[in-house]
């Protein structure tokens, strides 16, 4: 957080938005719905594959602050399983986009510290897309600072499929009395020993989750804004966070002033409470 204050030019609204940011209550992991870029390309004319080139430069605001306020990860969906209905050129197009960005980025995220991976169904992309994620992947592995992970050809769904087909041959290999809880699953998933997000953010106004992270959402925090992708930069992620610090997360419990002084007697509040898990 220090390194962000000390970057933000003083007087700027980026300054003033960051110096209303509680340092010790900042989400430790953020998750982004990049949306409407072909909704910022059409509304200027344009063909949609410049709303994806235009969406480069707000991943690289958003990693930079982020790396820079300090946040333990950062996820950015960028492709999913259901992306590959889309025309062949755009596909092509968001490779190209991505091989580029990981070439030209790469010293950024040493400098930043940044420990970059990618998840998803990676082995089903094109072979070149597969060595460039390989290659920044093992060039960052070393760095300690922001966790960054981009979904690509991933799907919620897909993710929980993938981690019960691991453990289904672990059941197999260890035999009777192998049994799953929460730890374990959550373990298989492509974000095995990262914290769940504590924040989601979706652009462009649409209230949707689109098969994203679906296992590890159960209490994120969502804050949805009308912003298109492209348009997304620094300042609109501490707008988020801001939101995100101005709610109460309960968990499923109560909150503080709720919890009552002594202990409740066993069966005695049995039909007052119907709140469930909110
Ligand atoms: C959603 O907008 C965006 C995507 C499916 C792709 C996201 C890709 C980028 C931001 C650029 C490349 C990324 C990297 C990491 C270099 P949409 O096309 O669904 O927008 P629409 O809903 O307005 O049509």
């Known amino acids: 957080m220090k390194d962000f204050l000390d970057w933000a030019k003083p007087g700027s609204p980026t300054a003033a938005l960051a110096a209303r940011v509680d340092p010790n209550r900042l989400p430790r992991h953020i998750a982004i719905i ?64 991505l091989l580029r960005y990981l070439v030209e980025e790469l010293p950024r995220l040493h400098r930043y510290n940044i420990r970059f991976q990618a998840i998803g169904r990676l082995h089903e992309l094109p072979q070149a897309v597969r060595e460039g994620l390989d290659h920044a992947t093992e060039k960052t592995a070393g760095n300690t600072g922001l966790r960054l992970n981009l979904a690509l050809n991933y799907g919620g769904r897909t993710e929980i499929v993938d981690a019960v087909n691991r453990l289904l041959e672990q059941a197999r290999a260890l035999g009777p009395g192998f049994q799953v809880d929460e730890e ?69 419990g109560l909150s503080p002033q709720e919890e009552p002084a002594e202990p409740a007697l066993v069966g005695a509040a049995v039909g007052e409470r119907s709140d469930l898990g909110e």
């Open 184 to 252: 374990i699953l959550s373990d298989h998933l492509y974000t095995s020993g990262l914290p769940d997000p504590d924040l989601l953010i979706r652009t462009s106004g649409e209230v949707r989750i689109s098969n994203f992270l679906l296992w590890q959402i159960a209490y994120t925090e969502i804050w949805v804004t009308p912003k298109l992708w492209p348009e997304f930069r620094a300042d609109d992620l501490l707008e988020g966070i801001l939101d995100y610090q101005g709610r109460e997360r309960r968990f499923g």
């Open 34 to 97: 990049m949306d409407g870029n072909g909704r910022w390309a059409r509304r200027r004319l344009l063909p949609r594959v410049a709303g994806h080139r235009a969406g480069v430069e707000s991943v690289r605001s958003v990693i930079e602050a982020s790396a820079r306020l300090g946040l333990d990860a950062l996820t950015l969906y960028a492709f999913s399983v259901e992306n590959w209905k889309r025309p062949r050129g755009e596909v092509d197009t968001l490779w190209n986009l």
